[in-house]
């Protein structure tokens, strides 16, 4: 990942067509240039959190051109183009430029109905055109359609990529946008007359964002098991990080998915919609190869474990994308999904270091969980509730479902607190723990901080995932501090 060549000056405003006779239209390029985003990609990715056939039609519809997908993708897709994310800069530009009497043109690679979809949402353009299908407009096919509406000479060209090199040899004017040095220099070297703008930042932060470090923390589930059996050998240990590390890398790739297919939803939520591929921030084209990257990676990563462990991987992995592509719109399914993946990672621990899960451990594991879950889905229809709307976009909740949710979430909380306090009367406690009845404190403060969880759930302070925001809580991290207190002096005593 490299950051983008320090900003080279932009012009305040554009010369004044009557000035520039010759190229009085300004010609404006899509992809790149006036959306900081690829619209191949976008509707690829649209289309596919619509129907999971869609890249096997994909490829099909390939078969006859890059138009001809272009153009199947655009059917099957519902890219939002209220939302996507536009260059500002590149817009007053166009403004400034009309505003001084030019005229302007969209003319693009995407397929006609969606830049049309996309002028007319703008409504800065005197015509646009795209590929139809049977053209793709790209390149030299751009020049030459260009050269043929305007005339060789007769228009200024606003670009990004390489493959606009062509259309500037036949432009009167150059405008790049955000062109990497070698495009920018090659540019130059036409000999018109150019103009450099620069409004990208740097992709590194961007790109750790994505992967969600943070979320890494769900996967110290991985070494429940190792602390439940008091396996704190260096094997033992040794396996639960490698675990964790694929865990990781495979979880940052389904991320990565989700947000590619959660594109449209999460542009229109008010926090989610600053997500890296949201915003444009980094290119979708770079999420759809960054995805298949990390997944494999981590089940690489997942084979010295053994084959169960992978099987494994293969299951959290299936279950999580059949979880973007359907099931997180189905009610109820949604929340079980959910608390099974938290619980996969317990499980997924137990296999990595031949440690047997206990039914104990495994039904404290399902309702706690399911109680985060049903946590996660309150905070939303919370926060809906509060910016006075209705249903969750992507979801299949309705904000007169808060106050069963909520049960639920307290209902299987206290559940989990009920196994927890079965578990502390069986042989297996009294075998570990010398003195079991100091385990009753870890009890109380289980009970404590779930209520605890809901109500702040149900005030609307509930902006994180639960567990990351157990993570960030001062009152959630004395709760684990004083637990694990609890815990080591009913094993020392």
Same mark, same amino acid.
């Given at each position: 990942?490299? *950051?983008?060549?320090?900003?080279?000056?932009?012009?305040?405003?554009?010369?004044?067509? %009557?000035?520039?006779?010759?190229?009085?239209?300004?010609?404006?390029?899509?992809?790149?240039?006036?959306?900081?985003?690829?619209?191949?990609?976008?509707?690829?990715?649209? $289309?596919?959190?619509?129907?999971?056939?869609?890249?096997?039609?994909?490829? $099909? +519809?390939?078969?006859?051109?890059?138009? /001809?997908?272009?153009?199947?993708?655009?059917?099957?897709?519902?890219?939002?183009?209220?939302?996507?994310?536009?260059?500002?800069?590149?817009?007053?530009?166009?403004?400034?430029?009309? $505003?001084?009497?030019?005229?302007?043109?969209?003319?693009?690679?995407?397929?006609?109905?969606? *830049?049309?979809?996309?002028? $007319?949402?703008?409504?800065?353009?005197?015509?646009?055109?795209?590929?139809?299908?049977?053209?793709?407009?790209?390149?030299?096919?751009?020049?030459?359609?260009?050269?043929?509406?305007?005339?060789?000479?007769?228009?200024?060209?606003?670009?990004?990529?390489?493959?606009?090199?062509?259309?500037?040899?036949?432009?009167?004017?150059?405008?790049?946008?955000? *062109?990497?040095?070698?495009?920018?220099?090659? /540019? %130059?070297? !036409?000999?018109?007359?150019?103009?450099?703008?620069?409004?990208?930042?740097?992709?590194?932060?961007?790109?750790?964002? +994505?992967?969600?470090?943070?979320?890494?923390?769900?996967?110290?589930?991985?070494?429940?098991?190792? !602390?439940?059996?008091? =396996?704190?050998?260096?094997?033992?240990? #040794?396996?639960?990080?490698?675990?964790?590390?694929?865990?990781?890398?495979? /979880?940052?790739?389904?991320?990565?998915?989700?947000?590619?297919?959660?594109?449209?939803?999460?542009? +229109?939520?008010? =926090?989610?919609?600053?997500?890296?591929?949201?915003?444009?921030?980094?290119?979708?084209?770079?999420?759809?190869?960054?995805?298949?990257?990390?997944?494999?990676?981590?089940?690489?990563?997942?084979?010295?474990?053994?084959?169960?462990?992978?099987?494994?991987?293969?299951?959290?992995?299936?279950?999580?994308? +059949?979880?973007?592509?359907?099931?997180?719109?189905?009610?109820?399914?949604?929340?079980?999904?959910?608390?099974? #993946?938290?619980?996969?990672?317990?499980?997924?621990?137990?296999?990595?270091?031949?440690?047997?899960?206990?039914?104990?451990?495994?039904?404290?594991?399902?309702?706690?969980?399911?109680?985060?879950?049903?946590?996660?889905?309150?905070?939303?229809?919370?926060?809906?509730?509060?910016?006075?709307?209705?249903?969750?976009?992507? =979801?299949?909740?309705?904000?007169?479902?808060?106050?069963?949710?909520?049960?639920? *979430?307290?209902? /299987?909380?206290?559940?989990?607190?009920?196994?927890?306090?079965?578990?502390?009367?069986?042989?297996?406690? =009294? %075998?570990?723990?010398?003195?079991?009845?100091?385990?009753?404190?870890?009890?109380?403060?289980?009970?404590?901080?779930?209520?605890?969880?809901?109500?702040?759930?149900?005030?609307?302070?509930?902006?994180?995932?639960?567990?990351?925001?157990?993570?960030?809580?001062?009152?959630?991290?004395?709760?684990?501090?004083?637990?694990?207190?609890?815990?080591?002096?009913?094993?020392?005593?």
């Amino acid at each position: 990942m490299t *950051a983008n060549p320090a900003p080279m000056p932009i012009m305040d405003v554009p010369p004044p067509p %009557e000035a520039m006779p010759d190229q009085a239209v300004l010609v404006v390029d899509l992809d790149g240039t006036l959306v900081r985003s690829d619209m191949l990609h976008e509707s690829f990715w649209s $289309a596919f959190g619509r129907n999971w056939r869609s890249p096997f039609q994909a490829m $099909a +519809a390939l078969m006859g051109g890059r138009a /001809a997908l272009k153009r199947m993708l655009a059917e099957r897709s519902h890219v939002d183009v209220t939302t996507l994310p536009y260059d500002e800069v590149v817009l007053d530009h166009i403004r400034d430029w009309r $505003a001084s009497g030019g005229r302007t043109a969209l003319v693009t690679a995407a397929d006609q109905a969606l *830049a049309d979809r996309i002028s $007319a949402h703008l409504g800065i353009f005197d015509e646009t055109h795209g590929s139809n299908g049977q053209t793709n407009l790209k390149g030299a096919a751009k020049a030459a359609f260009l050269t043929r509406h305007f005339g060789a000479g007769r228009f200024a060209y606003m670009g990004d990529h390489a493959a606009d090199l062509a259309v500037w040899a036949e432009a009167g004017a150059i405008i790049t946008v955000n *062109a990497k040095p070698d495009v920018a220099r090659r /540019a %130059e070297a !036409l000999g018109k007359p150019i103009e450099h703008i620069v409004t990208a930042q740097p992709m590194l932060r961007p790109f750790f964002k +994505a992967l969600r470090p943070h979320q890494w923390l769900k996967n110290v589930l991985i070494f429940v098991p190792v !602390l439940a059996a008091h =396996r704190m050998d260096a094997p033992t240990l #040794l396996q639960g990080f490698l675990a964790f590390a694929a865990f990781s890398m495979i /979880a940052s790739g389904v991320y990565l998915l989700n947000d590619l297919l959660d594109l449209g939803p999460d542009r +229109a939520h008010p =926090r989610k919609r600053k997500r890296p591929f949201a915003s444009g921030a980094l290119p979708v084209a770079m999420g759809t190869f960054l995805a298949p990257a990390f997944l494999m990676g981590g089940l690489c990563l997942s084979i010295p474990l053994g084959w169960p462990f992978v099987t494994m991987m293969a299951c959290y992995f299936v279950l999580t994308t +059949a979880y973007s592509l359907h099931l997180k719109r189905k009610i109820v399914i949604d929340i079980c999904v959910l608390a099974g #993946l938290y619980t996969l990672r317990i499980v997924a621990g137990g296999v990595a270091t031949g440690i047997e899960i206990s039914v104990w451990l495994f039904a404290f594991a399902i309702f706690f969980f399911f109680a985060l879950a049903a946590v996660k889905r309150q905070a939303e229809l919370v926060d809906l509730a509060e910016r006075g709307k209705l249903d969750v976009v992507g =979801r299949g909740y309705h904000v007169n479902d808060l106050p069963i949710i909520s049960m639920i *979430a307290l209902g /299987a909380g206290f559940v989990s607190v009920l196994v927890l306090a079965l578990y502390l009367n069986t042989p297996d406690v =009294r %075998e570990l723990y010398s003195q079991p009845a100091v385990l009753w404190g870890v009890f109380v403060i289980q009970l404590y901080w779930i209520t605890r969880i809901v109500l702040i759930t149900h005030r609307g302070q509930m902006h994180d995932d639960p567990v990351i925001y157990a993570v960030k809580d001062k009152v959630s991290r004395v709760c684990l501090l004083a637990s694990v207190g609890f815990i080591g002096v009913g094993a020392m005593l």
